[in-house]
């Protein structure tokens, strides 16, 4: 919640063979390191299982920007192969139907659009030309044609206005909704197949191509994204080649809506006999918590039958086997993700793979045989693996994008768990710093994860809200609860915080360090707290309600959370947790607001926040940036020009980073200024 040109195989840059070893003698981890690492994700396996496309995103401090190209690499092994180099994104690889073609989305543009690739060699060809850009789209299962979603057109008076810059506002009116069209391979031609008064989203076609599922929300409104709906509308056949523009774009087809539920409902899947959809259903109350459930629904109608009512974990979007028996999906389970299988008709789920790590993806080859997911623990990044489906879950490892991490100092990790004041056992994990020596207390700090409702895993800690070796290389403890409400524990551990905000979450939390304490770990006199969007509105609860921390930092947090309620995007999901609006639940929302109890803070804290943040807005951190100000507690407010709820410019996560680290070791350690291993 609140938590890129291409060339031809012979001159393609290649990446490190798995398995590739350093020999430079390990050095410290710094920020710089962590914006170094390369994000390996999206791993894409051929229909044919004989290769997977996937793609490696690396930070530009130059450019101050991210760029993502495509790779691709063998299944049985071999130096992966990069095949788009643009300077910008290259994003979502999928391959034909055929095997023969990869379609992707790149940003090399003015705007966003569908390109085409030969991974065997040849240039980019672009396919689509949306005046407003390409944000998804799926191959039919011809491969004759591909389905996309991009926002409607301006209207010529839209554009006058534009260009005049008569551009007022109106709230919760003028939207520009998304489309679905379809385009022809062959004849570049795209005729518009989904137009109503909403937003759509996930196009998906029946075997036969003949129709499509999506999914629908009332407008682009996050604080919608709880009323989803998935719908089944008929798709013309492909205009011929001698058709008119204006037989090309006939008026679309009449839609119908699949289920009727208020809850949410997403990610449709087609059966392969295209009888049947598989999705995910949060049935009950719009806009309502808890974990979305595994469902299928008969396409002609009836009423949805829940798959294995009794799993307890968040799946993701399914995928059938061949034969329409199984269903194959991935769940974070506590602190790591697992790979399951569901029988369609008796709802058994099997858990095909036993990682202490992130697994991401899951696609599977076309006999079922061969799955690509991508994988990271603690000490290793994401790379692409593969791995048999029959038999022993035993991944195979087929890239090596950051073998730079091999000559870097990494601290060890441990899952701790403990009990709370009310006695439910809470986990989390625990990264020592490099040389930890038993009954030594060390430097520690609480990092807090957003969400509510997120979780801190076992993947590699490379990114700017959780560089844990960087810490580690400077002699602290990293520790990471979940406290209730974390999504990976069950759904009656997810709601425990319903109404409960700055009571239960807050003893987890504090009873983590405690154990920590009692264990000798960490030392009392040398605690920080920091965390960023819930993470944030925790910390700025806990410098309210305790002093035993000697600094903190508040990143993008809720702090009133009456004036939050009305200035954010997403108010039916406060109501879920605060039991309504703020004017009908005073007392709930007084109760759980960091600024209602301001005059007891004393903690120096550092508060950073995007200026462009919709989900938490500015006004937030102005308020506990004044509220500590007049009660002469030591405080500095930094706001990220242009950054939205999460910081996306290379420059300001390693301005954050640094800023974080230095804020901690004056206040902590009272170390004056950055130290060399956080700076260089």
């Not at 929300?217 to 709880?226: L, S, V, Y």
């Not at 289920?259 to 949060?282: C, K, Y």
């Not at 993700?337 to 008709?345: E, I, M, P, S």
């Not at 509105?537 to 600094?551: G, I």
């Amino acid at each position: 919640m609140f938590g890129r040109s291409s060339c031809v195989l012979a001159v393609l840059v290649v990446a490190g063979s798995a398995g590739a070893q350093s020999a430079a003698t390990p050095r410290p981890f710094t920020a710089d390191d962590v914006l170094g690492v390369r994000q390996v994700a999206d791993a894409q396996i051929s229909p044919d299982g004989k290769w997977v496309a996937y793609v490696v995103n690396s930070a530009d401090l130059k450019e101050n920007a991210y760029d993502a190209d495509i790779w691709l690499v063998a299944t049985t092994g071999g130096p992966p192969i990069r095949i788009t180099t643009s300077k910008k994104n290259d994003n979502q690889p999928r391959w034909s139907p055929d095997g023969k073609k990869l379609a992707f989305i790149s940003a090399r543009g003015e705007r966003p659009q569908l390109f085409l690739i030969s991974p065997f060699g040849g240039e980019a060809e672009p396919l689509s030309e949306s005046k407003t850009g390409v944000t998804s789209f799926q191959w039919s299962p011809d491969g004759r044609r591909i389905a996309f979603v991009a926002q409607r057109d301006l209207t010529a008076d839209e554009e006058r206005r534009q260009k005049e810059k008569d551009d007022a506002i109106v709230v919760d009116k003028d939207f520009r909704l998304s489309r679905v069209s379809t385009i022809d391979v062959a004849t570049r031609r795209a005729v518009e197949v989904v137009s109503g008064e909403y937003q759509v989203a996930d196009p998906q076609w029946s075997p036969d191509g003949k129709r499509l599922a999506y999914v629908s929300t009332p407008t682009p409104k996050a604080d919608d994204g709880g009323l989803s709906d998935v719908w089944v509308v008929d798709v013309p056949a492909a205009p011929a080649a001698g058709d008119s523009a204006a037989s090309a774009n006939p008026a679309a087809p009449r839609a119908r809506r699949l289920v009727e539920n208020e809850g949410a409902d997403n990610a449709p899947r087609w059966s392969p006999d295209g009888q049947r959809i598989a999705f995910l259903t949060l049935q009950g109350k719009a806009g309502g918590l808890g974990l979305p459930r595994l469902a299928v629904i008969p396409v002609e109608g009836g009423a949805p039958r829940v798959i294995a009512p009794t799993f307890d974990y968040p799946a993701s979007a399914p995928t059938w086997s061949a034969d329409g028996r199984t269903l194959y999906f991935t769940a974070p389970v506590r602190t790591g993700a697992q790979l399951f299988a569901a029988d369609v008709a008796g709802g058994t789920v099997r858990q095909l793979s036993d990682v202490k790590a992130m697994m991401s993806g899951a696609t599977i080859s076309r006999d079922g045989q061969m799955a690509a997911v991508t994988l990271s623990d603690v000490q290793n990044p994401n790379d692409v693996h593969v791995v048999p489906l029959r038999g022993a879950w035993k991944p195979v490892k087929l890239s090596d994008h950051n073998p730079q991490v091999r000559s870097l100092t990494l601290g060890r990790s441990d899952v701790v768990r403990w009990k709370s004041k009310d006695g439910l056992e809470v986990e989390g994990v625990l990264v020592y710093p490099i040389g930890y020596t038993a009954g030594r207390r060390y430097p520690t700090v609480a990092f807090i994860h957003g969400g509510p409702a997120g979780v801190w895993n076992q993947g590699f800690p490379a990114g700017w809200g959780n560089f844990a070796h960087v810490w580690a290389s400077n002699g602290w403890v990293s520790f990471f609860p979940n406290p209730r409400g974390s999504v990976a524990y069950g759904e009656k551990f997810l709601l425990a915080n319903v109404r409960d905000w700055g009571k239960g979450d807050y003893d987890d939390i504090q009873t983590g360090l405690d154990t920590l304490v009692a264990r000798g770990i960490a030392d009392p006199d040398k605690l920080a707290q920091s965390g960023w969007s819930y993470g944030g509105y925790m910390t700025a609860w806990t410098v309210t309600q305790t002093t035993r921390f000697k600094a903190a930092m508040v990143g993008a947090g809720l702090t009133n959370m009456y004036s939050m309620y009305s200035t954010n995007d997403l108010q039916r999901v406060l109501e879920g947790y605060f039991g309504g609006e703020p004017w009908n639940e005073e007392e709930a929302y007084k109760r759980a607001s960091a600024m209602t109890y301001i005059k007891q803070a004393k903690t120096p804290t550092l508060i950073l926040h995007g200026q462009a943040d919709l989900r938490v807005p500015v006004g937030q951190a102005q308020e506990l940036y004044m509220g500590l100000k007049k009660n002469n507690v030591p405080v500095e407010l930094v706001f990220y020009p242009r950054e939205p709820h999460g910081l996306q410019e290379p420059r300001h996560q390693l301005d954050k980073m640094r800023r974080e680290y230095d804020w901690f070791a004056r206040h902590v350690l009272g170390v004056g200024g950055p130290t060399r291993t956080v700076q260089e």
